[in-house]
């Protein structure tokens, strides 16, 4: 399995630390507002990451931290006026749902900063015994010149970065890349002692303090946005690196951003959908898929016409699996089995996976397969039960278990839709029995009674579908 690794800037095999064991970080939210669609595309692609990873027989412990204190959430609770672990707190909640709602399995553990201050202020002792960290009347500052090898993981030299990047202005500091370890309190802001005093810690420490905690010292694989690598990631591996002696991560993964008419989507735009909105419109598989169907560290317009279309798509999909489903409610003994060679197929989609986890090459296997499946059905009177077996075990194993983008359990209830559609969808499933009951007087009705109030049904070899006049 080939991994493209930001640190090297190409792709290299995987070979993890203690395999089967694989620690997984990624960076999670900053609790402050409700997600929108592009931070739902980062967190979605690696959800898919983690699936493929685990296909492959892998044990994957999986942190994604849940940034609870920092300058946005103490901004929006003045804002609000409530405390900010109040702010933190309703995010929280509201990114959960979100993340259950687009059926990403959950992180073995979401670490929350403010749980874990007492590490962070290890991690700060340790970096200022080693001469790394400098205090000033009670705010504590990484010093980026004594770490030798600052700027490898972004590619920069040190000049480059002092005049392109969003690096925080401070007065205090001895040079412009230094960046805040402990922030001295201010009045009325959320504090923990510590021994600069009352303070809070800065973003960057969290995310090393509680990776090492819940994954150890060197991890497997880190991911985040591409806007994480400078100075996020550069600061973590500078604070990891000189705390421990130890390389800190083999594999850095970033993930590309969504943009809306050629721009970043981004909260401070203005031109985002929360992940929410597009929810009450589209079914998780519709937006997964369109999802998967660009590389993961590609760039991604996003656009409602767009999602429609992959929408569209993955009826391909559902039809299949619904008539799979029925077929095997049937467990039709049918003599024939037909020559179909299910291995080619997953030899194909694990093929493209293992290269940098080419989902959209991946999804165009499933579609192959589909047509192929769909082909058999179509010449054939009836299906063997194995066959039916075999199909919907790979569609289970790899547009369900990999990609998401299709749930058996869930099929003909798609969120999402409107409960009109969900009623139809239920009557077709009846008429579907009822046909196969040989009930052909029931079955006829539905159709005569639905036609009468202007759904009009098409039926065909994978499927009922209808539409309304
Ligand atoms: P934040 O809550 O702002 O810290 O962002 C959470 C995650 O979403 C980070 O990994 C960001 O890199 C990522 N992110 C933010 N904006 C976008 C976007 N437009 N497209 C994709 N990912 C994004
Ligand atoms: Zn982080």
Request: net charge negative.
């Amino acid at each position: 399995m080939l991994i493209y690794n930001t640190q090297s800037r190409k792709k290299e095999e995987f070979k993890p630390i203690n395999p089967p064991k694989v620690s997984m970080y990624i960076c999670g939210p900053t609790v402050y507002n409700y997600i929108h669609i592009g931070n739902a595309r980062t967190f979605l692609m690696s959800d898919v990451i983690r699936r493929y990873i685990e296909y492959k027989g892998y044990d994957v412990k999986f942190a994604m931290n849940i940034t609870d204190i920092d300058d946005k959430i103490i901004r929006q609770s003045i804002e609000e006026n409530v405390p900010s672990s109040e702010v933190a707190g309703k995010y929280i909640k509201a990114f959960l749902e979100d993340m259950d709602s687009l059926k990403l399995k959950r992180a073995t553990i979401n670490p929350y900063a403010t749980d874990h201050i007492g590490e962070i202020i290890d991690l700060i002792k340790t970096l200022e015994e080693k001469g790394f960290a400098y205090n000033i009347d009670g705010n504590v500052f990484y010093d980026v010149s004594k770490f030798k090898t600052y700027g490898q993981l972004s590619g920069k030299n040190i000049d480059d970065l002092e005049s392109g990047a969003r690096i925080e202005i401070n007065e205090m500091k001895k040079n412009p890349l230094d960046f805040s370890l402990w922030k001295k309190a201010k009045e009325g802001e959320p504090s923990w002692d510590s021994p600069w005093g009352k303070g809070r810690p800065g973003w960057h420490i969290e995310c090393s303090a509680m990776s090492c905690k819940h994954l150890g010292e060197t991890i497997d694989i880190h991911m985040g946005g591409n806007d994480l690598i400078f100075p996020h990631h550069e600061n973590e591996v500078a604070q990891s690196e000189a705390a421990t002696d130890k390389h800190f991560v083999n594999y850095w993964m970033h993930l590309g951003f969504v943009n809306i008419n050629e721009e970043k989507m981004s909260k401070s735009l203005g031109n985002f959908f929360t992940a929410r909105e597009v929810l009450a419109k589209f079914p998780a598989e519709a937006i997964r898929l369109f999802f998967v169907q660009t590389h993961y560290r590609g760039p991604l317009s996003f656009s409602e016409e767009l999602l429609s279309g992959a929408q569209k798509g993955l009826e391909k999909i559902t039809n299949l699996a619904e008539t799979l489903k029925l077929e095997e409610e049937k467990n039709s003994t049918s003599s024939v089995n037909p020559e179909f060679d299910f291995e080619k197929y997953y030899a194909e989609f694990e093929k493209e996976m293992d290269d940098d986890f080419n989902s959209p090459k991946g999804v165009a296997v499933i579609f192959d397969f589909v047509k192929n499946v769909n082909k058999v059905i179509a010449d054939n009177e009836s299906l063997h039960v194995e066959f039916v077996k075999k199909a919907k075990e790979f569609l289970s194993k790899t547009a369900e278990g990999v990609l998401g983008i299709l749930h058996f359990d869930d099929l003909g209830k798609s969120k999402g839709a409107s409960l009109e559609d969900e009623l139809i969808n239920l009557l077709l499933r009846l008429r579907a029995q009822a046909k196969e009951d040989k009930n052909y007087k029931l079955s006829d009705e539905i159709r005569d009674q639905l036609s009468g109030l202007g759904v009009q049904l098409k039926d065909s070899k994978t499927g009922t579908t209808f539409t309304i006049n």
